[in-house]
């Protein structure tokens, strides 16, 4: 009821103002009273921001009052960002913003500064807590944790195909889990065995080829040990009745190692893969490696 009133009284108001411009009227349009009351309202509006402005323009003065700068601080200010390759004054930037720039530059840097120097001083402690957490580390084949044997999974077996797809890929993953921790206790109970002396010796002799980035050589060494140059067909030890002078030393050089057993075999093909690695690790000249460009497995 109140805001009524208001608005009552804001029009009786207006209309003698209005009236009193033009008192020999006796009425007027409606478009003479919507265009004062239009102007009117620019009046007010022009006289708010003029207000604001005159408000912004005390704030500044008072602002750069604050920060208390003079011509020797400006010019240290100038220095200091030249120092540190920025810009010495942006669009539009006064005095006041470019010393907020610089300390804000600054703050900066010194929290970069603090967390390079926290993770400088880290790196002794991590190192020395992950050389202790080798330390620590079994070097066995990890054995999967699953309680369960053969009879029991015969027992699950009974029950596949029967539209339950959990059970099945249940049974699937626990019989491959059984059959891994079996193979796991089988490698973790081998015993410690020595190298023959002739694949001693061509181990040695691809490690210094690889350490000198002489991939091609390597792999020289490499096909002799696994493969060999023997004079007979692979398989045969001996090639003839009657020993002849010198065929004892074909023996260590010309015998193929690689099929000797399956043993043998894998181990001589991990180390192939480590030679392949090797090249992809300590690159060198197209001349010096194997399918150059082509390793990328």
């Known amino acids: 009821m109140d805001s009524l009133k208001a608005e009552l009284e804001r029009k009786r108001n207006f209309l003698k103002t209005f009236k009193e411009k033009e008192p020999n009227k006796k009425f007027f349009r409606r478009?003479?009273?919507?265009?004062?009351?239009?102007?009117?309202?620019?009046?007010?509006?022009?006289?708010?921001?003029?207000?604001?402005?005159?408000?912004?323009?005390?704030?500044?003065?008072?602002?750069?009052?604050n920060v208390d700068f003079d011509l020797s601080k400006i010019a240290e200010t100038v220095d200091r960002l030249r120092e540190r390759n920025e810009p010495v004054r942006m669009f539009g930037e006064s005095n006041a913003d470019v010393i907020k720039r610089l300390s804000r530059l600054e703050n900066e840097d010194t929290e970069t500064k603090c967390s390079e120097d926290f993770e400088r001083n880290q790196k002794p402690y991590l190192k020395d807590f992950s050389r202790e957490n080798k330390s620590e580390e079994n070097v066995d084949v990890y054995e999967d944790d699953i309680d369960m044997t053969m009879s029991d999974l015969?027992?699950?077996?009974?029950?596949?195909?029967?539209?339950?797809?959990?059970?099945?890929?249940?049974?699937?993953?626990?019989?491959?889990?059984?059959?891994?921790?079996?193979w796991a206790i089988e490698l973790n109970s081998r015993t410690d065995e020595s190298v023959a002396g002739d694949i001693r010796e061509h181990l040695v002799n691809i490690t210094i080829c690889l350490l000198n980035r002489n991939y091609i050589e390597a792999n020289n060494h490499y096909?002799?040990?696994?493969?060999?140059?023997?004079?007979?067909?692979?398989?045969?030890?001996?090639?003839?009745?009657?020993?002849?002078?010198?065929?004892?030393?074909?023996?260590?050089?010309?015998?193929?190692?690689?099929?000797?057993?399956?043993?043998?075999?894998?181990?001589?093909?991990?180390?192939?893969?480590?030679?392949?690695?090797?090249?992809?690790?300590?690159?060198?000249?197209?001349?010096?490696?194997?399918e150059f460009g082509g390793v990328t497995l």
């Not at 040990?225 to 001996?238: C, F, L, Y």
């Open 31 to 65: 478009g003479e009273v919507t265009a004062e009351r239009a102007e009117l309202k620019q009046d007010e509006e022009e006289s708010g921001s003029s207000a604001d402005r005159k408000d912004d323009a005390t704030n500044d003065c008072c602002e750069e009052e």
């Open 154 to 182: 015969m027992e699950m077996s009974k029950k596949l195909e029967k539209g339950n797809v959990q059970l099945d890929c249940e049974l699937v993953h626990n019989f491959f889990s059984f059959i891994m921790k079996k």
């Open 223 to 290: 096909m002799q040990m696994a493969i060999g140059n023997a004079p007979w067909p692979v398989g045969v030890t001996a090639s003839g009745i009657h020993k002849r002078p010198g065929s004892e030393k074909l023996y260590v050089r010309n015998v193929a190692h690689v099929l000797n057993d399956e043993t043998q075999r894998k181990y001589i093909q991990g180390l192939k893969r480590l030679m392949s690695r090797c090249q992809i690790f300590y690159p060198t000249d197209p001349s010096r490696s194997v």
